[in-house]
């Protein structure tokens, strides 16, 4: 089955940066768009960012536009959010979603529209 594992988090500094990763198997990753999405204590799961399975198209939250970066390397099944700039209320568990939308070129931005999650990753931000 589809298996998501999310790497790099981690205690930080405000105006540090962090990289996340997050490795996918079971699938044909190449076909799959994914995302980021973050969970604060008492909060629900919101979007982060998410890019589409041909790597062409991109889409942020406004609340960490300029600061993060998605990318993909469809070679090693493998998705990234590098996080610059962090601030405290970046504070929140970090996980990322696969949805296949092959052959259409679409940037899922919902939870609901992720068929497979990761177990996330903690990212904590001090300030």
């Known amino acids: 089955q589809v298996q998501l594992v999310e790497s790099g988090g981690g205690l930080v500094q405000a105006g540090g940066s962090l990289r996340l990763a997050c490795a996918v198997s079971?699938?044909?990753?190449?076909?799959?768009?994914m995302g980021w999405f973050c969970q604060a204590p008492g909060k629900e799961r919101d979007f982060v960012a998410a890019?589409?399975?041909?790597?062409?198209?991109?889409y942020y939250a406004d609340s960490v536009k300029g600061r993060f970066t998605i990318s993909r390397d469809n070679a090693k099944n493998a998705v990234y959010l590098q996080m610059n700039s962090l601030k405290s209320e970046d504070t929140a568990v970090y996980y990322c979603?696969?949805?296949?939308?092959?052959?259409?070129?679409?940037?899922?931005?919902?939870?609901?529209?992720?068929?497979?999650w990761g177990q996330g990753t903690q990212v904590t931000v001090s300030s």
């Open positions: 079971g699938a044909t990753f190449s076909t799959y768009a």
């Open positions: 890019i589409s399975w041909n790597v062409g198209h991109v």
């Open positions: 979603a696969a949805h296949e939308t092959f052959p259409l070129v679409v940037v899922p931005t919902t939870r609901e529209e992720y068929d497979y």
